[in-house]
Every structure is written in structure tokens, then in C-alpha cells.
């Protein structure tokens, strides 16, 4: 964990990190914690094949990824799927035919901070595959890949690779 040794309630560098979840100022008992964020990821499938994009930005640019996002603040796992669908791609997504799948912990390093997220994940099926539009700073490009022929060393993230493994393999 990045090194936060002053207080941003009394300015002392007293901030002691717990090694998990947050940190505690010795002089003025001020509390931050460091907590799991919720994450979604959607398989976007259409018959025996998944969606995948390819990062643009770090971490893990130029790896393979599924549509997706961290949860924003009162916000529904669903609600973040049909947000991100479309900033990420610009299609419309009908919260209603999300299929929860399952969840798994991964980690996610950004600026040299590591953070704990819970990865959430979703299947939406399509009637036929589509061409996207894309948001040319988080994604390069798109590519529907046969469910037998994942290629699990391209992940970008490891909950997305167990997944799709248990999955898929
Ligand atoms: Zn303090």
C-alpha cells in the first residue's frame, strides 16, 4: 500500500495503515478506509461467442477485457452495466435481461495504488452481433471470440481469467 503517513484530519503524520482496509491516526483517532469497491463485468454473448474489448489505457493496455466498470456511488450493479455498456460502446441495454452469473475478488492497481474490488458478473445475450461504437480512450477495438477458444494468457484481470476457465475451459 502507497505510503499516506499524514493525517488529513489533524496534519500529524501519524496515519498508521492496518495492512488491509484502512488507516488510523494515533493522535486525533481519525478512521479512512481503503474498502472493496464494487466492479461489474459482462459477457456479452451471442450464441457460442463473447464480446471482448481491448484496453487503451492502463493498467493493462493492449489486454483483453470484458465491457464493464467500477459501481458508482447509489448506484445498482445492473445500473452500472447499462451506464457502462454505453459509455464504453454506445449501445442500449435492457437492465432486465442481465443474467447474474457469480462474483470473484480481484485486485486493481491505478497510479501505483492497489485497490480491492468485488468483480460482478453478468451475461447479456444478443439476438446477432453488432458492430460498436467505440470510446476511443478506454477501448482500441472489440472482438467476438468462440467460447472454446479464449485466450485466457491475454486477460487483462485475473478474476476475468478463473471465470471464464471454471467456465468455459
Ligand atoms: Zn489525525
Keep these: 500500500m502507497i505510503d499516506l503517513k499524514f493525517c488529513p484530519n489533524c496534519g500529524r503524520d501519524q496515519l498508521q495503515w492496518d495492512g488491509e482496509k484502512k ?3 494515533t493522535n486525533c483517532d481519525y478512521v479512512l478506509f481503503h474498502n472493496v469497491a464494487g466492479a461489474v463485468a459482462v ?4 450464441g457460442d461467442e463473447i ?3 481491448k484496453r487503451n489505457q492502463e493498467p493493462k493496455k493492449g489486454k483483453l477485457d470484458l465491457a464493464g466498470g467500477f459501481v458508482d456511488p447509489k448506484e445498482s450493479a445492473e445500473e452500472t452495466c ?3 455498456l454505453f459509455e464504453e460502446m454506445e449501445i442500449n441495454v435492457d437492465g432486465d435481461q442481465l443474467q447474474y452469473l457469480g462474483s470473484l475478488p480481484n485486485t486493481y492497481e ?5 485497490y480491492n474490488t468485488l468483480d ?6 444478443v439476438p446477432e452481433k453488432f458492430e460498436v461504437q467505440l470510446e ?3 477501448i482500441s477495438e472489440t472482438l467476438w471470440i468462440h467460447k472454446s477458444q479464449i485466450p485466457f494468457h491475454d486477460l487483462a484481470f485475473d478474476s476475468q481469467r478463473i471465470f471464464l476457465q471454471s467456465h468455459f475451459k
Design 120 to 125: 460482478l458478473f453478468f451475461e447479456y445475450k
Design 23 to 25: 488507516w488510523n491516526c
Design 51 to 53: 464480446l471482448f474489448t
Design 43 to 46: 459477457l456479452i454473448t451471442c
Design 110 to 114: 491505478y497510479k501505483n495504488i492497489p
Design 82 to 84: 447499462v451506464r457502462e
Design 136 to 138: 476511443v480512450s478506454e
